[in-house]
């Protein structure tokens, strides 16, 4: 079956510019979390969703938002970007959302490389 | 969230098997122990995960002290293709949180 799908793979913006990043999961799945990953702070939880609900969000500021769909597709939204912006942002998928089992599961994308000039 | 130590690299040769160390002295009865690992320009795959008992998949097998205070991935035949930084994360069972990544392990492979 088809993985978990984040589109676009690579994109640079400038400062002040908003970015919206989409992520596909796998059929099924209807939990989907963001994290951040950059050299200096590694991977950081951003938010969940399940079920079209946020169910979980990390320390990030509001600039940082998302959504999920009926379909459970989502994306995630960072407005007034800046330098420190620029990471690769990976989408997760699993069946169950984290507040089911310790067991569960999650299934990464390849990431969306963002790039702030 | 329980913590997790874990040596900051290590290397191997090809065709060796490899067993990557992880510290979680503070784990509580419900936490499950998750592995997964990132390979260069990819997003982490989900490796293995025990709560108690040893457990073995197609890619590695997961030793769990008795204890529960360290595991031990272990890595049968190392491939090229196993170079990736490895981590080693608790999840609790009772209160469902999100993975918490720490620096993980570099492990190099060596032809």
């Known amino acids: 079956k088809a993985g978990v799908t984040q589109t676009p793979r690579y994109l640079i913006k400038t400062r002040g510019q908003q970015v919206t990043l989409s992520c596909s999961p796998i059929?099924?799945?209807?939990?989907v979390s963001w994290y951040q990953q950059t050299p200096g702070q590694g991977l950081q939880f951003l938010f969940e969703?399940?079920?079209?609900?946020?169910?979980n969000k990390g320390n990030f500021p509001g600039r940082f938002s998302g959504r999920q769909f009926s379909n459970s597709r989502s994306e995630m939204n960072v407005s007034t970007l800046e330098l420190g912006d620029s990471a690769l942002y990976l989408c997760?998928?699993?069946?169950?959302?984290?507040?089911?089992?310790?067991?569960?599961?999650?299934?990464f994308g390849a990431g969306s490389r963002l790039t702030v000039l | 969230d329980a913590k997790t130590t874990q040596p900051n690299s290590m290397e191997s040769n090809e065709e060796e098997p490899v067993h990557l160390p992880c510290n979680h002295s503070?784990?509580?009865?419900?936490?499950?122990i998750h592995w997964y690992r990132q390979l260069p320009s990819q997003g982490p795959e989900y490796v293995i995960h025990?709560?108690?008992s040893n457990v073995n998949n197609r890619m590695a097998s997961l030793a769990i002290a008795e204890d529960r205070k360290s595991s031990t991935l272990i890595l049968h035949r190392a491939t090229l293709r196993d170079a990736a930084v490895y981590y080693c994360?608790?999840?609790?069972?009772?209160?469902?949180?999100?993975?918490?990544f720490g620096p993980g392990t570099r492990l190099s492979v060596l032809p």
């Open positions: 997760a998928s699993s069946l169950r959302g984290s507040q089911s089992s310790g067991a569960n599961v999650l299934t």
């Open positions: 503070t784990i509580s009865g419900t936490d499950y």
């Open positions: 025990g709560l108690t």
């Open positions: 969703y399940f079920s079209e609900t946020q169910r």
């Open positions: 059929s099924g799945h209807r939990s």
């Open positions: 994360i608790l999840r609790d069972f009772n209160y469902g949180q999100n993975f918490v």
